[in-house]
């Protein structure tokens, strides 16, 4: 089970990992926004669910499940929140091989 474990947790910092890379390489907030989302939910998945395999059955378990299923319920909502406000905001989606 520790084997099952460790390797979700590599996973999931693999995902993590290239989201920030997403973060630094992207050139828009709309583009950013839409790679770290998608790229976070799956990382956080891994490595919350590789932590409750490695923790086992108990309330630490429980605790990080009911954490990885908020995590599911509001990061849509964040990553939804932060376009809006950008596109409010008036900003605009670059076209493609438009440099800031």
Not at 66 to 84: D, G, M, Q, S, Y
């Amino acid at each position: 089970m520790d084997i099952i474990a460790v390797a979700l947790i590599l996973v999931g910092m693999f995902f993590l990992l290239v989201a920030a890379i997403g973060m630094l390489r992207l050139p828009d907030v709309f583009t950013r926004s839409h790679a770290v989302s998608l790229t976070d939910s799956l990382g956080a998945f891994c490595v919350l669910m590789g932590l409750s395999l490695y923790h086992g059955f108990g309330t630490n378990m429980l605790r990080i499940l009911v954490v990885l299923f908020l995590l599911f319920l509001l990061n849509p909502v964040i990553a939804h929140a932060t376009i809006r406000a950008a596109y409010r905001a008036g900003l605009k989606p670059q076209a493609n091989g438009e440099k800031e």
